[in-house]
Protein backbone atom coordinates (compact mmCIF):
# COMPACT_ATOMS: atom_id res chain seq x y z
CA UNK A 1 0.00 0.00 0.00
CA UNK A 2 1.25 3.12 -1.03
CA UNK A 3 1.21 6.36 1.36
CA UNK A 4 1.93 9.93 1.03
CA UNK A 5 2.74 12.50 3.93
CA UNK A 6 3.59 15.83 3.93
CA UNK A 7 4.90 17.34 6.40
CA UNK A 8 5.80 21.42 7.03
CA UNK A 9 5.31 24.63 9.49
CA UNK A 10 1.49 25.45 9.62
CA UNK A 11 2.40 29.20 9.57
CA UNK A 12 4.90 31.12 8.13
CA UNK A 13 5.77 34.95 7.63
CA UNK A 14 5.16 36.66 4.47
CA UNK A 15 8.49 37.15 2.55
CA UNK A 16 9.71 33.89 3.98
CA UNK A 17 10.37 30.45 2.12
CA UNK A 18 8.04 27.87 2.63
CA UNK A 19 9.62 24.06 2.76
CA UNK A 20 7.35 21.07 2.98
CA UNK A 21 8.62 17.42 2.77
CA UNK A 22 6.74 14.01 1.29
CA UNK A 23 7.45 11.27 2.47
CA UNK A 24 6.70 8.58 0.46
CA UNK A 25 6.11 4.70 1.79
CA UNK A 26 5.19 1.38 -0.16
CA UNK A 27 6.81 2.87 -3.62
CA UNK A 28 9.87 4.22 -4.99
CA UNK A 29 9.90 7.95 -6.09
CA UNK A 30 12.79 6.69 -8.53
CA UNK A 31 10.27 3.08 -9.83
CA UNK A 32 10.38 3.77 -13.72
CA UNK A 33 7.72 6.27 -15.05
CA UNK A 34 6.38 7.81 -11.50
CA UNK A 35 5.92 11.44 -10.94
CA UNK A 36 5.47 12.89 -7.85
CA UNK A 37 3.90 16.23 -7.80
CA UNK A 38 3.03 19.29 -5.60
CA UNK A 39 -0.76 20.67 -5.67
CA UNK A 40 -2.47 23.48 -3.17
CA UNK A 41 -5.92 24.56 -2.86
CA UNK A 42 -6.50 27.84 -1.49
CA UNK A 43 -10.23 27.75 0.57
CA UNK A 44 -12.78 28.47 -2.03
CA UNK A 45 -10.89 27.59 -4.57
CA UNK A 46 -9.86 25.04 -7.70
CA UNK A 47 -6.86 22.64 -7.37
CA UNK A 48 -3.52 24.37 -8.48
CA UNK A 49 -0.81 21.95 -10.02
CA UNK A 50 2.39 23.58 -8.63
CA UNK A 51 4.94 20.76 -9.92
CA UNK A 52 6.59 17.93 -9.96
CA UNK A 53 9.64 15.52 -9.92
CA UNK A 54 10.14 12.67 -11.98
CA UNK A 55 11.86 9.02 -11.37
CA UNK A 56 14.80 10.56 -13.02
CA UNK A 57 15.40 13.76 -11.14
CA UNK A 58 13.61 15.94 -13.86
CA UNK A 59 11.35 18.89 -12.57
CA UNK A 60 8.34 20.61 -14.17
CA UNK A 61 6.76 23.91 -12.67
CA UNK A 62 3.96 25.58 -13.46
CA UNK A 63 4.76 28.66 -15.17
CA UNK A 64 2.84 31.02 -13.04
CA UNK A 65 5.08 29.78 -9.63
CA UNK A 66 8.09 28.64 -11.89
CA UNK A 67 10.42 31.46 -10.66
CA UNK A 68 9.25 31.04 -6.59
CA UNK A 69 9.28 26.96 -6.56
CA UNK A 70 11.67 24.36 -6.57
CA UNK A 71 10.99 20.96 -5.82
CA UNK A 72 13.61 18.25 -5.24
CA UNK A 73 14.35 15.17 -3.74
CA UNK A 74 16.37 12.46 -1.07
CA UNK A 75 15.90 9.48 -2.61
CA UNK A 76 17.78 8.13 0.53
CA UNK A 77 14.84 8.68 2.36
CA UNK A 78 12.33 8.33 -0.36
CA UNK A 79 10.90 11.72 -0.04
CA UNK A 80 10.30 14.70 -1.74
CA UNK A 81 10.59 18.31 -1.32
CA UNK A 82 8.70 21.69 -2.13
CA UNK A 83 10.45 24.95 -1.22
CA UNK A 84 7.97 28.23 -2.15
CA UNK A 85 10.04 31.46 -1.55
CA UNK A 86 8.36 35.00 -1.41
CA UNK A 87 5.79 33.89 0.38
CA UNK A 88 2.39 36.59 0.58
CA UNK A 89 -1.12 35.50 2.29
CA UNK A 90 -2.36 34.69 -1.74
CA UNK A 91 0.07 31.45 -1.00
CA UNK A 92 -2.14 29.97 2.14
CA UNK A 93 -3.54 26.88 1.26
CA UNK A 94 -4.05 22.93 1.81
CA UNK A 95 -0.98 21.50 0.00
CA UNK A 96 -0.94 17.94 -0.96
CA UNK A 97 1.96 15.89 -2.21
CA UNK A 98 0.34 13.35 -5.00
CA UNK A 99 2.23 10.38 -7.10
CA UNK A 100 1.81 9.07 -10.27
CA UNK A 101 2.74 6.15 -12.48
CA UNK A 102 2.70 6.54 -15.88
CA UNK A 103 0.89 9.48 -16.94
CA UNK A 104 1.65 12.09 -14.95
CA UNK A 105 -1.41 13.89 -14.44
CA UNK A 106 -3.23 11.19 -13.25
CA UNK A 107 -2.69 10.54 -9.59
CA UNK A 108 -2.52 7.43 -7.99
CA UNK A 109 -2.03 8.24 -4.50
CA UNK A 110 -2.19 11.25 -2.64
CA UNK A 111 -1.30 12.59 1.02
CA UNK A 112 -3.58 14.01 3.26
CA UNK A 113 -2.55 17.23 3.12
CA UNK A 114 -1.08 20.52 5.39
CA UNK A 115 -2.96 23.62 6.13
CA UNK A 116 -0.43 26.28 5.18
CA UNK A 117 -1.10 30.06 6.53
CA UNK A 118 0.90 32.86 5.37
CA UNK A 119 0.60 35.42 8.16
CA UNK A 120 2.93 37.98 10.33
Known amino acids: QVQLQESGPGLVKPSQTLSLTCTVSGDSITTDVSYWTWIRQPSGKTLEWMGA???????YYNPSLKSRTAISRDTSKNQFTLQLSSLTPEDTAVYYC????????????WGQGTQVTVSS
Open 98 to 109: AGSNGIPWEYDY
Open 53 to 59: IGYSGST
